[in-house]
């Protein structure tokens, strides 16, 4: 009859083990316009044209076609602490996973005791010393297995496995933050170098004025007036380099700690001028419908939602009765010689059962506690749509109208150069006083430089959009770097 108590236990969890209490995941709702409204906007002719291939948003910062960039973004792609830290978390999360796996399958332990006892005189009252020495020894394998009839470990997995996807979709925004930073530090960076550029130009340019008139002046022809003025917009001038050297160094070494370097790692390598990235002639925006499939926020969110479902389902578990098998095969003797002998053979079989459910109270309490959570995880990625919806209208609107900006001041730039270098023969000529002359370069400075900030916010602004677009780029894993145990 023992024979058949152990595959009858068995065949009964396999017959009941479809039975999964609490509610099975459904993916929400998430009713999405049919198109952007701000790319739908007429076109003011400037501004770049949206429609475009999709696949040109995979590694964006290559469109820049801009070698140092790409090597920048790669290297923060490998190196960058942050991202340390989310493939950390993934690991642990994955670790997690699998542990969580094991309660699904039996646990097999090996044990085994040599065990030399005395009794004492008052427990064995008139038996001689030797007589109350006890020698044993046993060995044995012993087994248990949570019968899991309501489905509470499978929701356990399930849970878990959740979870691990929503650190998988963190590893992969936390990607995307990465790589858009590094490029919008880069493409500040190249604007500063253009403003300074712009500064120490239109610096040399009023020092030749002032030099002129100063000359004009030893020579009795000029007055101290004039060289004064001259003198204050040189300085006014010059006034703006120390800010923009500052701002330049602070951008080289951001740039340096996100590559996961030390701060001066990289200075002389970003030290010389170089151009901005060019940007890109067609940025596809695609669909809101897209843009929630491939944002991994969302994906991160959505993932947590799924598992705080599944931990109804744990929490809900608790109010059915918990059976777990056990098993003991082993080995007894007196002597050691004679383990595993026939005769020496132990073995146990035993169904237990976890009463703790009857303890509706806060049983119950746990149930609320979890569907409350998982309330509180659908309005989070009902805001996670909403916020990526609001990123990309945000991040079109803000790239089409940094782009028709661009396209004025570039007007604006040219004709403020060539009408100081107009001012400058009318003055030579003695067609006009210094004033006109003066007024002249102050604008054109304020016309350049204002062209450079315009052409960063173009390209940083092109980096937003693709920052809130998530083009789905992160492949490559971050460096894994181990602790060296002590």
Not at 237 to 243: E, F, Q, V
Request: charged fraction near 25%.
């Amino acid at each position: 009859m023992r024979n058949w108590k152990l595959p009858a236990i068995a065949a009964l969890a396999a017959s009941i083990a479809a039975c999964t209490v609490g509610p099975d995941y459904v993916r929400p709702e998430s009713p999405a316009p049919a198109h952007f409204a701000s790319a739908a906007q007429p076109d003011p002719g400037s501004r770049a044209e949206l429609p475009a291939d999709p696949a040109a948003v995979t590694e964006f910062w290559n469109g820049f076609n801009d070698p140092l960039l790409s090597r920048l973004v790669e290297q923060a792609l490998a190196s960058n602490h942050d991202l340390r830290i989310a493939l950390a978390n993934l690991d642990r999360a994955n670790a997690l996973l699998g542990g969580t796996r094991f309660d699904a399958v039996p646990v097999v332990t090996a044990e085994a005791e040599a065990r030399d006892a005395r009794a004492s005189a008052d427990q064995l009252p008139g038996v001689e010393r030797d007589g109350r020495d006890a020698k044993s020894y046993s060995a044995g394998l012993r087994a248990s297995w949570e019968l899991d009839l309501f489905g509470r470990i499978r929701r356990g997995i399930e849970a878990q496995s959740a979870e691990a996807g929503a650190s998988a979709a963190d590893l992969a925004a936390a990607q995307i933050v990465v790589a858009a930073d590094v490029a919008s530090t880069y493409a500040e960076l190249r604007g500063l170098q253009e403003r300074l550029r712009v500064a120490n130009d239109n610096a040399r340019n009023q020092l030749d004025t002032l030099r002129l008139l100063e000359a004009r002046f030893s020579a009795g022809r000029g007055t101290e007036f004039d060289t004064s003025r001259a003198t204050a917009q040189l300085e006014t001038t010059r006034s703006r380099i120390p800010a923009l050297e500052s701002a330049i160094a602070i951008d080289m070494h951001r740039i340096a700690v996100l590559t996961g370097q030390s701060p001066e790692a990289l200075v002389d390598e970003l030290q010389p001028e170089q151009p901005l990235p060019a940007l890109p002639a067609r940025i596809d925006a695609g669909t809101p419908g897209e843009l929630l499939r491939r944002r991994p926020d969302v994906a991160a969110a959505e993932q947590r939602l799924h598992a705080a479902t599944a931990r109804i389902g744990v929490a809900t578990a608790d109010l059915f009765p918990r059976f777990t098998l056990g098993g003991l095969l082993g080995s007894q003797a007196i002597g050691a010689g004679d383990l595993f002998e026939r005769d020496s053979e132990t073995r146990l079989l035993a169904l237990g059962v976890d009463w703790s459910f009857l303890d509706v109270g806060h049983v119950r309490a746990r149930i609320s506690a979890s569907n409350a959570n998982a309330s509180a995880e659908l309005a989070r990625y009902e805001q996670s749509v909403l916020r990526a919806l609001e990123d990309t209208e945000n991040a079109l609107t803000r790239y089409a109208h940094a782009r028709v900006e661009d396209a004025h001041l570039q007007r604006a730039a040219a004709s403020s150069s060539r009408a100081a270098e107009l001012a400058r023969t009318r003055f030579d000529a003695g067609a006009s006083d210094l004033l006109e002359v003066l007024d002249a370069e102050r604008t054109r400075l304020q016309a350049q430089d204002a062209l450079a900030v315009a052409r960063t916010q173009s390209v940083t602004s092109a980096i937003g959009l693709y920052r809130a677009m998530a083009g789905g780029w992160p492949g490559q894993t971050p460096q894994r770097k181990s602790i060296a145990a002590n």
